[in-house]
């Protein structure tokens, strides 16, 4: 069955980066793009950007633009995303999820969440 | 506009029918996917493309289309479809965008 295991809980200090990991199973890893989506506290969900794992190529929102950096390790079958200069708005529930192959805004299966804290 | 705006509270009485939408310009462009999510879970896929439902989600729920609006309609309402329900869709920069979600509440 595909399931997308995530990374555990992080409490990182302004200023830090933290690097999250996203690993697959149950599917081919490079058939199917891997999205990065966030959480804020009693907010709405925020995509940030995605992975086409097939081709490692890229795509941002312009928000994050220049602070987010998404990899992805196909031998590991694992999706990275490492944000930078991290502020205590970046307290979040991070979630990868798997896009679904067929239409590029449905995201068919999603990980379980880590939950990072930024605080002093 | 990139923004995708939804009602933030919605409540339907058990067994009765209730629409939840979602406005944006890209909509005229690009389909939404519709997304369930219960506290302390992830979301949950429920409606993508012009009407589709992924495996395992009840036929109550249904996904339409009009001008700049797209609609998610559960006919007769579960106590178990309680919860908060985004829609998502591409923006105008190619990117992804979500709309700031409806709480439903089943009474």
């Known amino acids: 069955q595909v399931q997308l295991a995530q990374s555990g809980a992080e409490v990182k200090k302004p200023g830090a980066p933290v690097k999250l990991s996203c690993e697959a199973s149950?599917?081919?890893?490079?058939?199917?793009?891997i999205h990065w989506v966030r959480q804020a506290p009693g907010q709405s969900l925020e995509w940030m950007g995605r992975?086409?794992?097939?081709?490692?190529?890229?795509k941002y929102s312009q928000k994050f633009q220049g602070r987010v950096t998404i990899t992805s390790d196909t031998s590991a079958s694992t999706a990275y995303m490492e944000v930078s200069s991290l502020r205590s708005e970046d307290t979040a529930v991070y979630y990868c999820?798997?896009?679904?192959?067929?239409?590029?805004?449905?995201?068919?299966?999603w990980g379980q969440g880590t939950l990072v804290t930024v605080s002093s | 506009s990139s923004e995708l705006t939804q009602d933030p509270t919605v409540s339907v009485a058990l067994g009765q029918t209730v629409r939840i939408t979602c406005q944006g310009d890209?909509?005229?462009?690009?389909?939404a996917s519709w997304y369930q999510q219960k506290p302390g879970q992830a979301p949950k896929l429920v409606i993508y493309?012009?009407?589709n439902r992924p495996s395992g989600i009840p036929d109550r729920f249904s996904g339409s289309y009009s001008g700049n609006r797209a609609s998610l309609t559960i006919t007769g309402a579960q106590a178990e479809d309680e919860g908060d329900y985004y829609c998502?869709?591409?923006?105008?920069?190619?990117?992804?965008?979500f709309g700031g979600g409806t709480e439903l509440t089943v009474l």
């Open positions: 992975i086409n794992t097939g081709i490692g190529e890229t």
């Open positions: 149950g599917y081919i890893f490079t058939s199917y793009v």
């Open positions: 493309g012009k009407n």
């Open positions: 999820a798997r896009e679904n192959g067929v239409d590029p805004v449905a995201f068919d299966f």
């Open positions: 890209s909509l005229r462009s690009y389909y």
């Open positions: 998502t869709s591409r923006d105008s920069s190619g990117g992804w965008v």
